[in-house]
Each structure stands twice: as structure tokens, then as C-alpha cells.
């Protein structure tokens, strides 16, 4: 007995030093597990042609809402008939539908953004096994991840007596040690994300059609030593107490009908954003006890429009207005080199030294992070359709929503 008890003690050594298996990498939220366009896990391939190989794909009405990914399904979402919402929970092996939820939601944009579809556009977010998903007309809906089965949901619109945004809620919902935030009813509202229960509501704008709603997501950041809501609305970028809502400080941004869309970055004790039709801006936070104050750390002339930046080593990659991409110093704002035109959206990924960016035609391109000089490794095609949601990576699986439903992708 004493013999199989040590060869069992051995065994067990044997399976630990081998390394037992790992949970499989998610994408969870907006911008992947931090928030922030990075992702950690195997290194990347250096050559996409052969690398990258077709898995499964699932044909989807429209969508900009990216794939939120589980250790064991993915999420997407849908505008069916102009009228309906739906999100479907997918196998990650197979594609394979597992639920299906919808509900009465569509809003008509105004004309001059008609082309870009009036169909869904925030990206969910997962958490503690709940799907967090927000509905065009000003909805949040708290699903059960594994059944689809409704857990709770709040109508902005019904409860603050508000108006339905212009161009729907578009503003990606953020979850946070029980909290869940979201820019709606034309304010940044704090819910309890076991109940929905509206916990605070600050920031209140204006209804006209240059006021109402958001486009930005917020972050969670540490600033000045105090851990805050980061929140981008039409105007200003703000600090809020995540417990009671109170602003902490506030600067205003230039804008062009209000369209501030990037989702703000922060660097140490500054933050980092960019406008159309504007420009690029570092503003600096700091305190003094209970006084907070906003410096502007410099200003350049790199117009963003949708495209949030990654950062690596200091330097922000941002895809410009133009269609190019530019590398900027974020501690001096110095430009150092900005590419020929390329797409008209990119969602970017970071990983080391390496970019992966996905354009709106399908274009998915491989690139050395390095403020030298641009230098594309290599590129491939995936995708149907038009590329509007952004690209989720987790492990060596890459999914892709585009006009024409959802791919699954992996490195071989």
C-alpha cells in the first residue's frame, strides 16, 4: 500500500511539474480583458498567410457590438428585421448556436450617419456570469451567461424620463467590483450588478441631437494615487468617484458636433485622447489634498475619429481620421512617423512589440511596434463583410464580426 501511495505522490509531482491544464484565455469586455487593447497568452505567429486558418463561421444580421469571448462560448449580437435585437451565446470550439435571446429594439440614426447602419453598436461585457448587453434604445440587460435566462433590466429611457439617443447607446458598459457603468440617459449612471439597482447618476447633458448620448466607453484607472471612473463624454473628460458619483475634476475637449469617441487612455497620471476634426491632447491629473487640478500636457495636430490607440513603451499607436497610422511620444506628443492611407476603421490588439490590426474591408495586418519607422510584417484577408466590430483575441483564437455574421480564426 505504501508502494502505490509514493507511486501516486510521484504521479502527481510528475502532472505538476509538467504544469496542469490552464483555463483558456477570454476576451470579456470592450477592448479585451484589461480594457485596454492588450492581451498576454503564446507568442504571436510571424506570418499570417499560413498561420492564420479558417474554424467555423455563423451568417448574423447586422452588428458593431464586438465578440465577447468565454473560456467555452462566444457572444454576439444582432439587428434582425430593423426592429429586433438578439444576442446568441455560440460553442468557441464549433460555432454552434447554444441560446438565444431578443427584444423589440432599433433606432433610426439620423441621416447623415445612415451609412453606417442603424443596427446595434456596444459591445457587451461578461462578468461573474453575467452578460451585460445594451440595446439601442437606451436598455441594459443583464443576461445569465450559460442560459440566456433574463436576470434583470433597466429601461433609461421609461425610468429617468429621458430622451432616446440620437444615435442609440453606443457607449460600452463597463463592470467593476459589483458596479456596472454605462454613459445613458444622457448622464454616466452607476447600477448594482446583482440587482440593477441605479446606485448613482452624475454628468447630466443635454437632449439635442450634438448632447444626447455617448459614444466613449469609460475605464477604471488609478490617477493622482486615487482609483476613479475615467469618462469621456460629448464635451469633457472627467474623474468620478466610483462610490458616490461625485466629479473629481473635469476638462473640457474640443470637439466637432460633439463627437468625442475614443475611448479615454491613461498613462501614470495622465490621460491621452483625440477628437475629430481636432486634435491630440495628454492632460495631466494631480491633487493637492482635496483639490484636483488639470494641465494640459501638450497638444498636436493627429485628428483620431474612432479608433482607440494601444500603447506600448510610452507610444501610442493611433489610427487618424486620414486612414493613417501614426506613432506619438506620449510624453513629449512628438509625431514620429505616420503611414500612407490604409482602411477607414482599425481595431487594434497589442502583444509585446507586435499590433494586430483589423480594418473595415477585412484586412488584417501584422505589425512591429517600434517609434523607428513603420514596418508591416505581414497581412491577410478574413472576414465577408465590412469590419465595423472590433477584432477579439484570446489565445491563438481570433474572432471576427463583420457585416456578414461571425468567423472563428487560430494560429496554426
Known amino acids: 500500500m505504501a508502494g502505490v501511495c509514493g507511486w501516486l505522490a510521484g504521479l502527481m509531482i510528475s502532472v505538476t511539474l509538467l504544469g496542469a491544464p490552464t483555463e483558456r484565455a477570454t476576451w470579456p469586455q470592450w477592448r479585451g480583458p484589461a480594457r485596454d487593447g492588450t492581451v498576454t497568452g503564446p507568442a504571436w505567429p510571424a506570418i499570417l498567410k499560413t498561420a492564420v486558418t479558417a474554424q467555423w463561421s455563423l451568417g448574423l444580421g447586422p452588428s458593431y457590438s464586438g465578440p465577447i469571448v468565454s473560456a467555452d462560448l462566444v457572444y454576439v449580437t444582432e439587428t434582425k428585421n430593423k426592429s429586433t435585437e438578439v444576442v446568441r451565446a455560440l460553442d468557441r470550439s464549433t460555432g454552434a448556436v447554444r441560446w438565444t435571446v431578443e427584444w423589440p429594439g432599433a433606432v433610426s440614426v439620423p441621416f447623415y450617419a445612415k451609412s453606417r447602419g442603424d443596427w446595434i453598436r456596444a459591445t457587451p461585457a461578461l462578468d461573474n456570469g453575467t452578460l451585460y448587453v445594451a440595446g439601442m434604445r437606451d436598455v441594459l440587460v443583464a443576461l445569465d451567461a450559460a442560459t440566456g435566462a433574463e436576470r434583470w433590466r433597466v429601461d433609461f429611457v421609461e425610468k ?43 454628468l447630466e447633458g443635454g437632449a439635442t441631437v450634438f448632447e444626447s448620448g455617448a459614444f466613449s466607453s469609460p475605464v477604471v484607472a488609478t490617477l493622482a494615487g486615487v482609483r476613479q471612473l475615467v469618462v469621456q463624454t460629448r464635451e469633457t473628460l472627467n474623474g468620478v468617484d466610483l462610490s458616490t458619483g461625485r466629479v473629481l475634476w473635469s476638462q473640457p475637449v474640443p470637439s466637432f458636433r460633439g463627437m468625442n469617441i475614443l475611448t479615454p487612455v491613461v498613462v501614470d497620471d495622465a490621460v491621452f485622447t483625440s477628437s475629430y476634426q481636432n486634435g491630440s491632447w495628454l492632460y495631466r491629473v494631480s491633487r493637492q489634498g482635496a483639490t484636483w487640478s488639470v494641465t494640459e500636457g501638450w497638444a ?5 475619429y474612432m479608433s482607440t490607440p494601444v500603447v506600448i513603451d510610452g507610444y501610442a499607436y493611433l489610427h487618424l481620421a486620414n486612414q493613417r497610422l501614426a506613432c506619438i511620444d506620449l510624453r513629449t506628443g512628438q509625431r514620429m512617423w505616420t503611414t500612407t492611407p490604409f ?17 473595415e474591408t477585412g484586412h488584417l495586418r501584422l505589425i512591429r511596434a ?27 483564437d481570433l474572432f471576427v464580426r463583420d457585416g456578414a455574421g461571425i468567423s472563428a480564426y487560430r494560429w496554426r
Open 160 to 202: 429617468f424620463k429621458a430622451t432616446v439617443p440620437e444615435f442609440g447607446f453606443i457607449s460600452s458598459p463597463l463592470v467593476d467590483r459589483g458596479g456596472v457603468y454605462v454613459q445613458a440617459a444622457n448622464s454616466v449612471v452607476k447600477l448594482d450588478a446583482r440587482t440593477g439597482a441605479v446606485v448613482w447618476r452624475t
Open 300 to 304: 498636436m495636430n493627429a485628428q483620431g
Open 370 to 396: 517600434t517609434p523607428k519607422a513603420f514596418e508591416l510584417i505581414d497581412e491577410t484577408v478574413v472576414g465577408e463583410g465590412e469590419a465595423w466590430a472590433h477584432l477579439a483575441v484570446a489565445d491563438g
Open 343 to 359: 482602411g477607414k476603421y482599425w481595431s487594434l490588439v497589442a502583444q509585446r512589440d507586435r499590433l494586430l490590426a483589423l480594418d
